[in-house]
Each structure stands twice: as structure tokens, then as C-alpha cells.
């Protein structure tokens, strides 16, 4: 924004020297090829998914992948969500449950405890953070076994909570939490609010966490996204299709397409539709990270 | 899909690990007799687990409830064994809470009892009774080539045929094959026609499996005490060969199975034949929809003319998990839904499962014509080829590795990077070492 705002207001000549090196047109050309093929690698197949999710099933098989044929949409959508009693939209709203509750409660946790580790000295503290962090390094697939084992001691598997609550742990939300913390919640600012009398969790919630907004909501959607995706989880956790989060459950259809090949169908459609929320999602929240809010509070 | 494969890779590696700490030195393939008393009926009602995949099985158990107010059946599904549901089990099974009842294909029945996770259903008069019913050679899956244990109830078959076009054979003047050596002469022909005679998959393991248990091969036999893995006895390679020269020769397709290019060779008619099982109807009709009233169904190609001898891809099983509490409830259901007509109908109409018991051919519904395949009777095909599966055919403990192996193998071999006998050889190799490494005896 600001570099844009800057041109606007220069003269033409007054900018040339601070625009560095020259690009040559190969380059530039080069820039725009690379990413023009990046565009297309990322929105082929969505453009198939949508495609395929407009034809029928013959259809599907027999003509071109990538355009048109008959309009079917609307009825492929309207037998998708009457299949099985309306498992598909059940399983929608499950995914909505496990990734809308567990990444806000999995942003608060973090957010908490990121903003401990940056404004608050105690002992063991950088200990405490580097065992945080090594949690980022271990993959959720291979936690899922241990975290069945424990689950079955207690009888949660197959319910809600066993894949809620292993959802709202996230050490890289920690992670950034603190180092954002650390970068934008001034110490003068708690001081202040100290002094007038705000306790430390007021100040945390009506000062500080407006501050920190940019990353809380950056760790928000990287672990709605996360939930979303989630597999494995569910895969070792549940039994019952009742509680399956859609990504699950189109799996599990994907693997009878041979025993029913109407899921076909199904599967393409479900799939497309199971990427809209997550579009949603991202829409709704970037504006939230555009710019540090704090930015000159204390000057 | 490639994500989700990989976490489902590390997954099995993981639980394998976990599977071996928990039975260590455990891994014994001697259960010795069956403890009848085990298997009484208990006190008061009674609600059973059931985990399976199959399409409808909703509505079959809600059959069973209806009539059967005191021993309820809960049913759980997922995907299908391979994709996850096997996973599942065994970590159900090393938390000890496993379901009563699940649904296990044949060729994974052994890796369940080697680690310990099956009850011996023999201690149950009413099982024991029930052989007759069945097939003998679906039997046989289940005892697993022991004399005195039954891991499972049969519910279903996957006897194997030759789907073929039968308007094409008739344009070319090219008659049907009915043994492997016509195929082959078929195969030239319909490559100077201009199509593939067939499509040899990598992936489909469990179909060159079929093709060397038709020819009387054997790959895993299991004395009671230890293991004999033999990927490279004669008839596999036999099979190999063959297999090879018609690779060699660039006579058959090599798309990879189930995928969308797979379904168009043979929707388009540039593949010819599939050699397949009886469920593989269902897989044409749906993947090539603009072939509908050309294919027919013929006896599989023998190896030697006037032979009739079928091999067989796929069928699984209803087996229960140890730990129940009610074994002789778990077995009456078991034995009802893959006995019993009312059943075995519900489930072929909703999920066409080919029954495992010989009345259940007889099915008003496999006596019909099939409008995809021109009206032909093809049910009548299958029966007959049900009847001649070699019954002594065993399925190995690690399967899902073997499988792994030899599929890599002939991946290589298709893109002219080593031979099906060269994969053979190595899956030999590292099947001994897996079955090693799991404190499996081995007899070398």
C-alpha cells in the first residue's frame, strides 16, 4: 500500500533512482510465468472439481474433463444431500463443530500462553517455550495412536470430544503468539493498565489480545484449516458415521466406489462443496491481519 | 489422495510396532483345541458391536433386531478394510476394546490371528455345524488350513470369469478364449484390430494371486507351527511368464486400475477383456456406461484345454474380535447374516455381495438375465466357476506388505525395469524378512 501511495505522489523522475535495479523484461516475463503456472497448478484441479461436480455420471466418464457438458449441479447436490438420510450435511455440520470450537478455543489457549512466555519472567521459561516448539516438529498422525490409547482408558473414543480436544492444542500457535506478543503488546501499555487497576487477565483480554488480533486470527485459521484437513484423527478415533467430519466421510465413501458407483457422484460434489467454508473462512478473516494495530501507541 | 495415503502408510507403521510390543513373543500360530464352555449363551439381553463396511448393512442388521429383541446389534462403519478400517480394529484391539463383530476380507484373516485378535469360533457347536452350507474353498479361508480352529463366518466369494466383448470378438472373427494359450493368440489379433486384449494392473495383486490359485499354486502354507512363503514356486511363475511375454510384446494396456483413463480404455473399446471376479460386473457397468449389451461372460482361460479350474479375487468374512463377552450371541448373529436367505437377498440387492454358501447361488436374483451383458445369465457362470476353486489356498499373515512388494516389483516391470518373476523374487525375500522381523516362524 504505502509503496503505491508513494508513486502516486512523486514525479516520475524523483522515483527512478529508488527503484533499485532495473528489471529487464526477461525477468519480469520469467516472474510472471512462474507464477502464472503456480495459478494454474493450484486452480486446475478445483476447476475439474467443479466440472465434475456439474455432470452426471455418464457424463462424467465420456466427455471433455475440463468443460462443460450437461448442467447437473443442482441435482447432483440435491441427491447428494438426500443419500443416506442426509448423512453428508450431518457430517458438514460436524466438521463446522470440530474446526469453528476447536480452533477458537485452540486460540485462546495459545494466545494465553504465547503472551505468558513473552511478558512474564519465571523460572524454566525458555524451557517450557523449546518444549512447546519441539511439539511443532511431531507430526498429528503419529500422536493419533498414543492419543487413542489414552482416549480408550477413559472411554472417550468415539464420542465428540476425541477429536475436539486433541484439536485445541497448537504449539505453533504458541509460537507465534509469543514472538507477536513480544513485537506488539508494549510493556508500558500493561504498566498503564496496572496502574489504573486492571488485573492481569482484564488486561490480557481488553488490552492485549486487541493487540495481538493479527496473529490470533492468523493461528485461528491455520488451525481451522488443520482441523478442517484432519484425517487421520477421525480415521482412528470414530466409528459411528454420526460423528464423521466430512473429510472423513467422503473418504469413506471414495473407498466403496466400487460397490456403489453412484458415490462417484457424490464424492465430487461433496468435495467441492467441503471446500467452500474454508474459502469463507479466509475471506471473512484476512482483512483482520493487514496491519499491526498498535502501531504508534506509545509513541 | 497422496496425503492422506501417506499418513495412512506411517499409520500402519506405527501400529505395527505397537501390534508387536504388545504381543511379543506372543506371535504363535498354535491356539490349540476350542473350549466349548466358552461359548454359551449369557444371562440376560444382550448388545453387540458389529464394524462394516458394506452398503446397506443398516438396513440387513435392522432386520435381525426386529426379530431379535434380546441380542441387539449395533452396526459401525467406515471405509473399507484396506482404507483404514483394519487400522482401526488393531488399535481397538490394543486398547481392548475392539468391537464383537467385524468385517475382515480373506486375505487379512491371518494377519488378525497372528496377532492374537480373533476368537476361535470352533468352541461354538453351531458353527461347526455350519460347514456343509458352504462353499468348500470359503471354508478353507477361514480355518485358515488349521484342523481345529474357524476364524470367521463366510460371507462372500469373488469367484473369477472372463468379461469380454463379445461384439468386437464377433466383428473381428475372433473366438472366445478358453485357454491361456488361445488368449495369447486372441491377443495378437486384437492388437493388429487395434486394441489391448486386457489391461495388466500392478495394483491388483489379489487378481495375479487369483490367476496362480487357479493354476493350483500355492503361496503360504501354514503346518501349525511355522510359515512357508513360496512367491516363486512353479505356478507363479508360470503365471509370471506368461504375463511377461505378453508385456513384452506390447499385447495388453498397463493403465493403473480404478482410475479414470482405466475406465475409459474400457469404455472406449480399446480394452477388450477383463479377467475378473464376479463382483467386477458391477465395476464395468458403472466405468464404461457406453459398452452397455456388448460384454458377455465367459469361463476363465485354462492352462490346460479340457481343465476346469477357476480362481478367485477378493470375499471376506464376518469374524469376532477377542475379548467378547458374548461369543455364542456374536456367532448366531454371524452365522444369520450370511446364512440365512432373508439376508443374504437384503445384501446382494444393496451391496450385489456374491453369497459364500452353496443355497445362496440359488438366489432368485443371480438366477436372472443381466441387460449390461446383453441379457446373459451371467450369475450361471460364476456358480459354476465357484465350484472349482482349489479350497486349500492360504493367505499369509503380512499380506498388506506382500501386496506392497510385488505391486512395486511389477510397477518396475511394466515400465521395462525388471521382470514379474524379479518382483516375485523380491517379495519372496522380503515377506520371509517382515515374518521374521514379527517373531513369525518361518521355515526356510
Redesign the interface.
Known sequence: MSLLTRTDGALADDLKPSRGPRESILSRGAALVVMGVFTLYFLVPIWWLFIASTKD??DL??TN?LWFSDWNFFANVGDLFAYNDGIYLRWLVNSLGYAGIGALLATVVAGMCGYALAKYRFRGREVFFNVVLGGVLV?A??L??PL??LF??VNL??TFWAVLLPSIVSPFGVYLSRIYATASVPDELIEAGRIDGAGEVRTFFTISMRLMTPALVTVFLFQFVSIWNN??LP??M????ELFPVT?GL??W????????EL?TYVLVGSFLSIVPLIVAFLLLQRFWRNGLGTGSVK | MQHTKRAVVTGVALLSALALAGCAGGGGSTDGGADAAACAPSDGDVTLEFTSWIPGIEDVVAMWNEENPDIQVEVQTGPNGNGGTYKSFFSQLEAGNAPDLGQIEYDALSSFRVQDGLENLAACEDVVAAEDEFIPWTWGQVTLGTEDGVYGVPQDSGPMALFYRSDLFEQNGIDVPTTWEEYKAAAVKVREAGGYITNFSTADINQFAGFVWQGNGDWFTNDGDEWTVDLTGEQSTTVAEYWQELLDEDLVATYPAWTEEWNNAYNSGEVWTWNSAVWGANSISSGAPDTAGNWSVAPSPQWAAGDASSGNWGGSSIAVFKGTEHLYEATKFALWLNTSDEALTALNESANIYPATTAGLDLPSLQEGVEFYGGQKIYDVFAEAAGQVNPDFVWGPTMTQTYADVSDGFQKAVTGQGTLIEALEAAQESTIATLKAQSIPVAE
Open positions: 455420471r455418464g466418464l465420456t474433463a507430526p498422525t503419529a493419533a495412536l487413542f490409547l480408550s482408558q473414543t468415539n484425517f487421520f480415521l482412528i470414530l466409528r459411528s458415521q472423513f473418504y469413506s471414495n473407498t466403496q466406489l466400487n460397490q456403489i458407483p462417484r
